[in-house]
């Protein structure tokens, strides 16, 4: 997958929100595809539908 970047946010009661970067737009569908055909393990839950962002602002220390 031709990810640049990956952030997996979990919250106290067990939910997560995984936030995958991409370089381009071509990158992004490959890796939309390749997610896609994976499904998470029984006990984890499903995966829930995909929202697309541009990055405004990226901050890191």
Not at 1 to 9: K, V
């Amino acid at each position: 997958m031709p990810a640049q970047g990956f952030t997996l946010l979990v919250g106290d009661d067990g939910s997560a929100i995984a936030i995958v970067l991409f370089a381009s737009e071509e990158d992004l569908r490959t890796g939309d595809a390749a997610l896609g055909a994976m499904s998470p393990p029984g006990d984890m839950g499903t995966r829930g539908p995909v929202e697309v962002y541009e990055v405004a602002v990226d901050v890191r220390g």
